[in-house]
């Protein structure tokens, strides 16, 4: 069995910064690439950023340089800073992994249960 566990969700103002965690655990063989995805009421889910096992990002042109994406090997743990939070940026947040579980030699893709960030004045 595999989990991710996300946190760090909330409300904050305009301008303000949250950070969210998401933690992947049980039985993984190799943890690859990992990130950040939002669905905002409305939308499809569209990617935030990514973070490669070696450390290389990907990010999507509108979080440039508000975004920092950043991950723990240690602990399978991959953070997304996030600053100068606009209204737009109101979704929910889910982690992802890609990654191959301890019983089988095939690569699957993983999901958060997801997390509320609401930016409001």
């Known amino acids: 069995q595999v989990q991710l566990v996300e946190s760090g969700g909330g409300l904050v103002q305009p301008g303000g910064s949250l950070r969210l965690s998401c933690a992947a655990s049980?039985?993984?063989?190799?943890?690859?690439?990992m990130g950040w995805y939002r669905q905002a009421p409305g939308k499809e889910r569209e990617l935030v950023a990514a973070?490669?096992?070696?450390?290389?990002?990907n990010y999507a042109d509108s979080m440039k340089g508000r975004f920092t994406i950043s991950r723990d090997n240690a602990k399978n743990t991959v953070y997304l800073q996030m600053n100068s939070l606009k209204p737009e940026d109101t979704a929910v947040y889910y982690c992802?992994?890609?990654?191959?579980?301890?019983?089988?030699?095939?690569?699957?893709?993983?999901w958060g249960q997801g997390t509320q960030v609401t930016v409001s004045s």
């Open positions: 992802n992994a890609e990654l191959r579980p301890s019983w089988t030699m095939d690569v699957m893709d993983y």
């Open positions: 049980g039985s993984i063989f190799r943890l690859n690439t």
């Open positions: 973070i490669t096992s070696g450390g290389s990002t």
